[in-house]
């Protein structure tokens, strides 16, 4: 997509896709940080050698990882001067393979269609997380993204309690709240699976339209305890109706978990998914009916008790 920017001088620009992997052991995050090795602060620097920009193109990504979490699929796009692009079109991943450290790369660069935002546009990220159940622990190659869990796990039971949490849902009880965001999302997918090589490794899959912080380890975590026998198969379902955060919620380490993919629409459609992905989420008018009535009737029963 070839923009006008409103300067004075009209210079062209040009909107990039990028597709990226690296592995986040090394990193403090996704997100530019002073003083703090980051994995945006790190490509943008790079871009900003290859393309001779000063200040450095800002990226704009689809998920924003924590400390320590690895990816395979993420995505981010970024707005260029169409000159500077031109210059080296075609070269971009080779070059920055020569700039980039080995632990993350830049595996695509492409002009993004009309409308792409990569942030609003994708219509879900799914994330793995690994855990290895062996008593012995974890193969040592594997040790920085695949946690340790020393009790065995029944995923009979941890996909039984996965299929409750299915759904549009207020996630506020798996989630770090922030000021100002909602706590609504869409949970697609979540399933448990053993790897086919190793009977000890268990894969979880989660898959959501958006995340917010800290919700697929707290969700992870919550399972854990349901297949090592230490939860009942209902619990995770019952912190979530609750809406608030539970102290037995684990939160679990970073390094298991990876994202593997984001998906968008066709390029027709990628404007309007971004439109209705801007708009904040409510959940729908018959749960915010029945939520408000549960309120009335408490706050009712209280008042009945007080002396």
Not at 24 to 52: C, H, K
Not at 148 to 173: I, K, S, T, Y
Not at 283 to 298: Q, R, S
Request: hydrophobic fraction near 45%; charged fraction near 25%.
């Amino acid at each position: 997509m070839v923009q006008q920017d409103s300067s004075a001088d009209m210079t062209a620009l040009v909107r990039l896709r990028l597709d990226i992997s690296y592995d986040g052991s090394g990193f403090a995050g996704w997100a530019r940080q002073p003083n703090q090795r980051t994995v945006q602060g790190v490509i943008e620097d790079a871009l900003a050698r290859m393309l001779r920009l000063d200040p450095p193109p800002m990226l704009t990504v689809a998920g924003r990882t924590d400390a320590g979490v690895h990816a395979r699929g993420q995505v981010a796009h970024l707005v260029v001067p169409v000159a500077a692009y031109s210059a080296i079109n075609g070269t971009m991943p080779r070059r920055l393979a020569g700039l980039l450290p080995p632990d993350v790369r830049v595996w695509r660069v492409s002009i993004a269609p009309e409308g792409f935002d990569a942030r609003f546009s994708a219509l879900f990220r799914r994330y793995v997380y690994r855990v290895c159940d062996n008593p012995f622990g974890v193969e040592p190659l594997r040790r920085h993204d695949v946690l340790w869990h020393p009790r065995p796990l029944n995923l009979a039971r941890m996909n039984e309690a996965a299929r409750l949490l299915v759904g549009e849902q207020d996630f506020a009880a798996y989630c770090r709240k922030r000021e100002g965001a909602t706590t609504i999302r869409e949970l697609l997918r979540y399933e448990w699976v053993r790897d086919d090589n190793d009977p000890h490794l268990a894969l979880a899959t989660v898959q959501a339209d958006a995340f917010c912080h800290s919700m697929v380890r707290a969700l992870v975590g919550a399972l854990l305890m349901v297949g090592d026998g230490r939860r009942e198969v209902e619990w995770p379902a019952e912190v979530l109706a609750a809406r608030v955060r539970d102290s037995g919620v684990t939160v679990v380490p970073a390094h298991g978990l990876s994202l593997e993919e984001i998906r968008y629409p066709d390029d027709d459609s990628l404007a309007r998914r971004a439109q209705e992905t801007r708009r904040v989420r409510t959940l729908n008018a018959a749960a915010a009916v029945e939520a408000a009535e549960a309120a009335e009737a408490a706050e009712a029963s209280s008042r009945q008790e007080t002396p």
